[in-house]
Each structure stands twice: as structure tokens, then as C-alpha cells.
């Protein structure tokens, strides 16, 4: 009989008579080799210890590299393992990135950018939402917002990119600061229950 090989779990596997068997019936019935893996084989394998490489860094080193990213998440990852490696870790660049994107979940994504507010504006602005929340729709109903915005006509640097987890996005630690003018463009508009006003 023709042997057919199968990949099991990424690596070529060595099969047993009994697996042998099974895969030899099911391939016969007109099962694909995906399906004979994936129902059958993989089943098994799961159970198996895995293999690879040990980590080379420890739960403690770790965790100096998590502090170091939350004290700037602005740096580069050459500037992260440069502070990692000062803080006595041994660890390359790879080493550095894997476990900031695989263990602790960072990614390096372009920061959202916000007015700079002060903590008199920020309470402000929480006393006012505090106040409103409990509105009624019909209450809102009567209300029309309006504000102008300033668009951006050149294209350049977006600057530094930030390392920041899933949901962080708008935390004020991630965010860029808007304070400088770029020629622009500045537009008004309003809108309400009703819809949206000209432009």
C-alpha cells in the first residue's frame, strides 16, 4: 500500500501502527488529510509536552521591562533594550520585542492625539458629564452642538510611535499632545436630533 505522510502540530509525525491504521481507513472512506489531522491526530498530540526553546529571560526580568515601557511608552524598541540590558539582562533585540508583543500584550501602534488639558479643564469637563448623565432623550432632543475644527493641509512626520495594550488607546499616559500649527484648514458645523447642519 502507498504510505501517506501527515503533519501533525507543525512537525512531520511518526505514526503508530494503531494511528497508521486509522489514518490509512479514513483516507480510504475519501477524508482529506485536514480533516484526518485536525479530528483525529491533533487530538492525541495535545496532551504531548511541548518543545522549543527555554525562555532566557526570567518572570523578574520581565517585569523590569514592563516598568521600563510604562515609565516612557514612547521609546523605540532599540531604546527599551538598551535600559533593559543596562538594568542587567542579557537579551537581544528579538528577545526584547517577543515578550513585550506576545506575553504583555503592547502593541506599537500610532498615538491618538488630544488637546493638552490641565486638571482644572479635566474636572470641568467631568463635572459637566456628571451633570448631563441622567438626561432624557427628550431633554436632549432640544439641544444643538456645534464646534469648529481645525484639518491639517500638509503631511508629515505622525512622530513617535507608542507601546500601549489593548484598551489604553485613550489612556492619557499613550496620547500625543496637539500643540503645534501645521497649515490648516478651519471648518464649522453643528448638528442635533435632527440631523447634521452645513458644513
Not at 489514518?23 to 475519501?30: A, M, Q, R, S, V
Request: proline share 4%.
Amino acid at each position: 500500500s502507498s504510505s501517506v505522510g501527515y503533519t501533525i502540530m507543525g512537525k512531520t509525525a511518526d505514526l503508530t501502527v494503531v494511528q497508521k491504521t486509522t489514518t490509512d481507513t479514513l483516507h480510504k472512506e475519501g477524508k482529506t488529510q485536514k480533516v484526518i489531522v485536525s479530528k483525529h491526530m491533533n487530538r492525541e498530540a495535545k496532551g504531548r509536552k511541548r518543545c522549543g526553546r527555554k525562555k532566557c529571560t526570567s518572570n523578574r526580568d520581565n517585569h523590569t521591562l514592563e516598568r521600563i515601557v510604562k515609565q516612557n511608552p514612547f521609546k523605540n524598541v532599540g531604546e527599551i533594550h538598551k535600559e533593559w540590558t543596562a538594568a542587567g539582562v542579557s537579551a537581544s533585540g528579538t528577545t526584547t520585542h517577543r515578550p513585550l508583543m506576545q506575553d504583555m500584550g503592547f502593541s506599537c501602534r500610532i498615538p491618538c492625539v488630544k488637546p493638552h488639558l490641565n486638571n482644572r479643564r479635566r474636572q470641568k469637563r467631568l463635572a459637566w458629564a456628571k451633570d448631563k448623565k441622567d438626561c432624557t432623550a427628550a431633554e436632549w432632543s432640544k439641544v444643538m452642538f456645534s464646534d469648529e475644527s481645525k484639518f491639517c493641509i500638509s503631511f508629515g512626520n505622525q512622530g513617535p510611535r507608542v507601546w500601549r495594550k489593548r484598551g489604553e488607546a485613550q489612556n492619557p499616559r499613550c496620547l500625543r499632545s496637539s500643540v503645534k500649527f501645521p497649515q490648516s484648514v478651519m471648518v464649522w458645523g453643528a448638528m442635533s436630533s435632527a440631523g447634521v447642519g452645513p458644513l
